[in-house]
């Protein structure tokens, strides 16, 4: 069974995990991304997406092949009337939306993305994560003034470069809300993403398998404040057992992530999002249930 901390993003893995009994492969290229092909070959797709998360978007307890992503790419070309989808996996393993909001910020100018697609983290973050955060939005929160007309009018043009992302969100103690934190991190990538042209698609789903026995799963307290930001949203309850891991009930099998990535590739093909979680389809222990 995965742990924490076992396994990271480190380019050029090659290593093979267990989910109690059954193997499960990991290779990254050279950005650490969980893809055997590199950047510049990626680029070739009629469609290209990027994904970001955690584990789950990382693909704990699947083999290389058979994650969320590796599962869109298989489906959506069908689903799109495109030749090739290319969805790029950068999720990351016990990541927190700071941690994917840093890999947006590296990945976003070096490859060209039709699609972001964004899933919804299960880590709170860690205690060093508001200073960092903070660091990270004031590192440039304006510049210094001096009496040169010819500077003041360009220190004007500069100034909006300068200012924090969302400066109500750094007042003394309100960093250390992690929903609002969370959210505010989303929808700076998300926003982000969208003055560029692309696409934003939120990934949901239940926190673990217990969690996913729950009558209903009410999402709305995410999606409602990313409503605006985004394109679609998309989550499987996963609440049968061959929907999660052989050990690991805190990650889905390879099943269980087929049937994530079915539900989110009827969203991003033009179906509107649901209110909560979708129970179908079932988990098929023909694609790797356990």
């Not at 267990?18 to 469609?47: C, F, Q, Y």
């Not at 200073?131 to 009018?153: F, H, S, V």
């Not at 220190?155 to 609002?180: F, I, K, S, W």
């Not at 539900?263 to 209110?275: D, F, H, N, Q, T």
């Amino acid at each position: 069974q995965w742990r924490r901390g076992e396994l990271s993003t480190r380019a050029g893995t090659d290593t093979v995990q267990h989910d109690g009994p059954h193997p499960w492969r990991v290779i990254t290229n050279s950005e650490g991304l969980r893809e055997s092909t590199e950047l510049p070959g990626m680029a070739k797709a009629d469609r290209i997406m990027l994904a970001l998360g955690d584990s789950w978007m990382f693909g704990v307890s699947a083999t290389q092949g058979k994650t969320l992503p590796d599962h869109l790419e298989r489906i959506l070309p069908g689903t799109l009337d495109e030749s090739t989808v290319e969805v790029i996996n950068g999720g990351i393993p016990g990541a927190n939306s700071f941690h994917m909001l840093r890999r947006w910020h590296y990945l976003r100018d070096r490859i060209a993305v039709d699609d972001l697609i964004l899933g919804l983290p299960h880590n709170a973050p860690d205690p060093g994560v508001p200073e960092a955060r903070r660091k990270w939005y004031q590192q440039t929160g304006g510049l210094p003034a001096i009496d040169l007309r010819i500077y003041q009018g360009l220190r004007r043009l500069l100034l909006p470069l300068g200012r924090p992302h969302y400066p109500d969100l750094l007042a003394e103690g309100r960093d250390q809300d992690t929903v609002a934190m969370t959210i505010a991190d989303l929808k700076t990538m998300a926003i982000d993403a969208q003055s560029r042209g692309i696409n934003v698609w939120l990934v949901t789903w239940p926190n673990d398998m217990m969690g996913a026995q729950a009558a209903d799963h009410d999402v709305s307290a995410w999606t409602e404040p990313l409503k605006p930001h985004i394109n679609g949203h998309a989550g499987h309850a996963l609440r049968e057992r061959r929907c999660w891991g052989f050990e690991d009930l805190w990650h889905p099998s390879e099943a269980g992530y087929q049937a994530i990535a079915s539900v989110v590739a009827e969203v991003i093909a033009g179906k509107p999002s649901a209110a909560g979680l979708i129970d179908a389809p079932a988990c098929d222990r023909g694609v790797g249930g356990r």
